[in-house]
């Protein structure tokens, strides 16, 4: 069974940092491009950030470029997000997705890729 489980969700002030984990279990973890999708009250889901784990190639939102990181680690079948300097309008569902097309492109054309998702982590950031 295809799964993704997501951890590290919460409540951080403006400023702060959050890491996000997401296991991937079911398929073969490195075949796969694995990213974070988020969706904010009242507004659209966008793409945040992707990495193809077999070769390490990531592609980044511009309202994320260097505040946020992806990294995998394949021995554990999870791949992160270390979120720094988080601002009130990164406040959102954060949801980690493998769609079945396995590159980083498929953020740039669709918000809805078919694929495995994960259940979804709250990230608010509010002082």
């Known amino acids: 069974q295809l799964q993704l489980v997501e951890s590290g969700g919460g409540l951080v002030q403006p400023g702060g940092s959050l890491r996000l984990s997401c296991a991937a279990s079911?398929?073969?973890?490195?075949?796969?491009?694995i990213g974070w999708y988020r969706q904010a009250p009242g507004k659209a889901r966008e793409g945040v950030v992707c990495?193809?784990?077999?070769?390490?190639?990531?592609w980044y939102a511009d309202s994320v470029k260097g505040r946020f990181s992806i990294s995998s680690d394949n021995a554990k079948s999870t791949v992160y997000l270390q979120m720094n300097n988080l601002q009130p309008e990164d406040t959102a569902i954060y949801y980690c997705a493998a769609p079945y097309d396995a590159s980083c492109a498929v953020w740039t054309h669709t918000t809805h890729p078919h694929g495995t998702w994960g259940q979804g982590m709250q990230v608010t950031v509010s002082s």
């Open positions: 079911g398929f073969t973890f490195n075949y796969h491009a």
């Open positions: 990495i193809r784990v077999s070769d390490g190639s990531t």
